[in-house]
């Protein structure tokens, strides 16, 4: 059974993640990290040569296609717009959400532009927020409080 931890970016998913594999003595994977493996590249120079849409598909098939067992799995934020890769990461594992206060989510992120998050033209981080909550409860099926926590006290 996997792990899978879901969440706006800088959420805390890349960190607990490290710490739960330690912990639990389980694999990790950063599907962040496996997506530049693939294409070569950062994730914002794909977002911005490529463009939003052409990220969701490469996001969707290389999630979708993960094979993990007995693994912590951090997934970008993006990722809870694609029901199929969601769907599959479901099917091996549990979905947990990171959840953190919009204003706390704004403070962690200081620059937007080079940190790979898919924003629509014209939309702010707060429209991101609010379009993705409704995503995350949906798929997840627990939600963590992590505002005010040091990142080992998330329960």
Not at 64 to 73: M, V
Not at 92 to 109: A, F, M, S
């Amino acid at each position: 059974m996997n792990i899978v931890l879901v969440g706006m970016s800088g959420a805390g998913k890349s960190t607990l993640g490290v710490l739960l594999a330690k912990a639990l003595g389980m694999d990790y994977v950063d599907t962040d990290i496996v997506i530049q493996q693939h294409e070569g590249r950062l994730l914002q120079e794909i977002i911005d040569n490529d463009g939003f849409e052409k990220f969701m598909q490469i996001e969707e098939k290389t999630v979708s296609e993960l094979q993990l067992k007995n693994c912590i799995i951090s997934t970008g934020g993006s990722v809870i717009y694609s029901e199929k890769a969601m769907n599959v990461l479901k099917q091996d594992g549990q979905v947990i959400y990171l959840h953190v206060p919009y204003e706390e989510i704004k403070k962690r992120l200081i620059n937007v532009t080079i940190r790979g998050i898919v924003i629509k033209k014209g939309n702010s981080l707060k429209d991101v927020y609010e379009e993705r909550y409704p995503l995350y409860s949906k798929y997840s099926d627990k939600t963590l409080d992590c505002l005010n926590k040091d990142i080992e006290m998330c329960r």
